[in-house]
């Protein structure tokens, strides 16, 4: 029994290893919260296992070399002999100990379980990997995303179960990319279900009304060491910043097909979509410099993953810590 746990073991986690070496390579499309999952799960199975057979397995052992030691010590000391050698203490030890195989799995368990309810249900950590974000965020800035935040869903498969807030206007909302939900991606919600749309010559329209836009500074970013102009945008109750690029033509170059593009009519001057019910409009606030909902389309309900709101850390500049809107 020993020999084949030992051996099943060391397959599983090699099968884990070699996905995650498949996944870095890129390989395989990496699905982390699946990962997460089959983790907790095949570790939990060994944490049963090891509370209810294999430990009372172990202690009935203990509790039999004790006896046995026990009745040793009666018939030498019926004979006379009380000072013998005892290595009861050493033989307890080893039949006690957590083979590797159960400490590598039952003994992680506890660890990987909070791993996965915080990261599934409550907060979850995220990297930004590019500039479509500035000014509001910025290239290596790690974020925390509130997963409740519109609700619970379950993991992996990503199904609402408890309803509550629903996205609004200026929320920064991380979301599984359409054509592609093994991505996660990070845009501003800019439209809700059955809003209508415009982003014509650089300015934001919606449902007829113009999104206040005011001239702030230009920006100097850092990594391209250039200048932008900054604005800032009212959305409801938020105001947040974003840029344009003066270069940068208005249309909309090379939109892909994508579901309900019908809703959208495209021009040399940008575009007018109408968003359908259950999707959500989104744009980076690196306006030139983004590919968001103009180029790929709605962001359904079900692809939401949570509402960004605070950066945690980034290691080349401490001051980027804090929250944000």
């Known amino acids: 029994m020993q020999s084949f746990m030992s051996s099943l073991t060391a397959f599983v986690l090699a099968a884990f290893v070699s996905y ?13 919260a699946l990962l997460l999952f089959l983790a907790t799960l095949v570790t939990g199975i060994y944490w049963v296992a090891e509370r209810f057979y294999f430990l009372p397995q172990r202690r009935r052992a203990v509790t039999a070399l004790e006896q046995t030691a026990a009745r040793r010590r009666t018939e030498l000391a019926k004979m006379g002999i009380n000072h013998v050698d005892d290595n009861t203490a050493d033989a307890r030890m080893k039949l006690i100990m957590q083979p590797w195989w159960l400490d590598w799995t039952a003994g992680l368990f506890p660890v990987i379980l909070v791993v996965f309810l915080l990261r599934s249900f409550l907060f979850e950590p995220f990297k930004i990997p590019s500039g479509s974000m500035i000014p509001t965020l910025l290239i290596n800035d790690l974020i925390l995303v509130n997963k409740f935040h519109y609700g619970v869903r379950l993991p992996v498969i990503n199904t609402k179960i408890i309803d509550y807030k629903t996205p609004q206007r200026g929320d920064v909302m991380v979301f599984r990319y359409p054509p592609k939900p093994s991505l996660d991606y990070i845009k ?59 270069d940068r033509p208005a249309f909309i170059p090379g939109a892909e097909d994508f579901p309900f593009k019908q809703n959208c ?28 909902s103009r180029y790929w389309g709605f962001v359904p309900d079900k692809n939401i993953v949570g509402k960004a709101f605070f950066v945690w850390m980034n290691f080349g500049n401490l001051k980027r810590i804090g929250s944000f809107d």
């Open 20 to 32: 995650g070496a498949a996944w870095y390579f890129g390989l395989v499309d990496g699905n982390f």
């Open 188 to 246: 501003r919600v800019v439209g809700l279900p059955g809003d209508e749309v415009a982003y014509l010559n650089k300015k934001l329209t919606v449902n007829g009304q113009s999104v206040v836009k005011t001239a702030l500074p230009d920006f100097f970013d850092e990594d391209s060491m250039r200048y932008a102009k900054q604005f800032e945008e009212v959305a409801g109750n938020k105001r947040y910043r974003i840029l344009n690029d003066e």
């Open 265 to 292: 009519r495209y021009s040399t001057e940008g575009v007018v979509c109408k968003v359908p019910e259950g999707h959500y409009f989104m744009m980076g606030d690196n306006r030139d410099n983004s590919l968001d």
